[in-house]
């Protein structure tokens, strides 16, 4: 319809003046491939309406997308941002992806060759979504119905860990990084919800030493405390930190290695953060000579 081309050619071109990445076409997951054994078209659209609604968009084969444009995409946008910093092959990585949602970064990693993948999500509508994904695709990809809070019964450990639209739906933000860090060897990404940097933007707190412990201002490191459905309407949103405060845990939990912030919009921040002093990961190619990275 020419009125959702227009819609999208706007996006697209807001998004390009702004600086932000662009998210591939509605067509590229299309173009990517077909599934082994497609299945037909019109049982695939039966059986993605009956699980609706969805969050992501994941191609199902025979011209089938589980949500058509112009639904938003977010996903397609972070792995696009992400891409410089991936090698062009996983084979040999275990990827571990939390709250996998319908398992579209999952099935990206398995396709992209990875040697293991689990996806861990809690709620049984998007496990749903999963399984059918996982199924149209004939993909060798584990699902769990577990959430950060059971990351530490998971007894494996994984060489990258996917943490995508996860942090602010947590209770316990930094606990859930620890559990990460315990069962990552190499890296963890985080795209997430933040609070953008403003110049004028300060708390006013006591800080300093035991002898000169004042009230300071400062303008970074915190996090705000989201108690009912004021973002977005949706009760399951519970911490906003910003970008200071993103990395700073991060570092709590033991990742010692920082990519670059990158911003997919003045409030999603995209990070790779690493254990390892040499990471299968490409930490400094994230965000690079791109409008992305200022703050
Ligand atoms: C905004 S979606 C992001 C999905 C996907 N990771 C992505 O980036 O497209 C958030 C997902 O996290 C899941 N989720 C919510 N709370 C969670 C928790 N405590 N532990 C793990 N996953 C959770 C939700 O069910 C949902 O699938």
Same mark, same amino acid.
């Given at each position: 319809m020419i009125s959702d081309r227009l819609e999208r050619l706007r996006s697209r071109l807001e998004r390009r003046i702004a600086g932000y990445p662009v998210p591939p076409s509605a067509d590229a997951q299309r173009r990517a491939g077909e599934p082994p054994r497609p299945r037909p078209a019109g049982e695939l659209r039966a059986r993605a309406d009956g699980l609706a609604p969805w969050y992501q968009r994941v191609y199902l084969g025979s011209?089938?997308?589980?949500l058509e444009w112009p639904?938003? #995409?977010h996903h397609e946008t972070v792995w696009a941002a992400l891409e410089p910093a991936l090698p062009a092959d996983l084979r040999g990585l275990s990827v571990l992806d939390v709250g996998?949602? #319908?398992g579209w970064f999952s099935l990206r990693a398995k396709r992209r060759g990875a040697r293991r993948v689990v996806g861990l999500e809690p709620d049984p509508r998007y496990l749903a979504q999963a399984e059918l994904c996982r199924e149209a695709w004939d993909a060798d990809v584990e699902y769990r #119905?577990?959430? #950060?809070?059971?990351?530490?019964?998971?007894e494996e450990s994984f060489d990258v860990v996917l943490a995508t639209g996860l942090l602010y739906h947590l209770r316990h933000p930094l606990l859930a990084l620890e559990r990460i860090a315990d069962l990552c060897r190499d890296a963890v990404v985080v795209e997430t919800e933040v609070v953008p940097a403003r110049r004028r933007q300060r708390i006013r707190m006591r800080l300093g030493p035991p002898d000169r412990l004042r009230i300071r201002s400062v303008g970074a490191g915190f996090m705000k405390f989201v108690e009912?459905?004021?973002?977005?309407?949706?009760?399951?949103n519970w911490w906003v930190p910003d970008t200071e405060c993103v990395r700073g845990m991060l570092r709590a939990a033991g990742f010692r290695h920082l990519s670059r912030p990158c911003y997919l919009e003045a409030t999603r921040l995209l990070l790779v953060a690493s254990k390892a002093e040499r990471s299968a990961l490409d930490l400094d190619a994230l965000g690079r000579a791109s409008a992305t990275s200022r703050g």
């Amino acid at each position: 319809m020419i009125s959702d081309r227009l819609e999208r050619l706007r996006s697209r071109l807001e998004r390009r003046i702004a600086g932000y990445p662009v998210p591939p076409s509605a067509d590229a997951q299309r173009r990517a491939g077909e599934p082994p054994r497609p299945r037909p078209a019109g049982e695939l659209r039966a059986r993605a309406d009956g699980l609706a609604p969805w969050y992501q968009r994941v191609y199902l084969g025979s011209g089938v997308h589980t949500l058509e444009w112009p639904h938003a #995409a977010h996903h397609e946008t972070v792995w696009a941002a992400l891409e410089p910093a991936l090698p062009a092959d996983l084979r040999g990585l275990s990827v571990l992806d939390v709250g996998a949602n #319908a398992g579209w970064f999952s099935l990206r990693a398995k396709r992209r060759g990875a040697r293991r993948v689990v996806g861990l999500e809690p709620d049984p509508r998007y496990l749903a979504q999963a399984e059918l994904c996982r199924e149209a695709w004939d993909a060798d990809v584990e699902y769990r #119905a577990l959430g #950060a809070d059971d990351l530490g019964s998971i007894e494996e450990s994984f060489d990258v860990v996917l943490a995508t639209g996860l942090l602010y739906h947590l209770r316990h933000p930094l606990l859930a990084l620890e559990r990460i860090a315990d069962l990552c060897r190499d890296a963890v990404v985080v795209e997430t919800e933040v609070v953008p940097a403003r110049r004028r933007q300060r708390i006013r707190m006591r800080l300093g030493p035991p002898d000169r412990l004042r009230i300071r201002s400062v303008g970074a490191g915190f996090m705000k405390f989201v108690e009912g459905d004021e973002l977005n309407g949706d009760p399951s949103n519970w911490w906003v930190p910003d970008t200071e405060c993103v990395r700073g845990m991060l570092r709590a939990a033991g990742f010692r290695h920082l990519s670059r912030p990158c911003y997919l919009e003045a409030t999603r921040l995209l990070l790779v953060a690493s254990k390892a002093e040499r990471s299968a990961l490409d930490l400094d190619a994230l965000g690079r000579a791109s409008a992305t990275s200022r703050g």
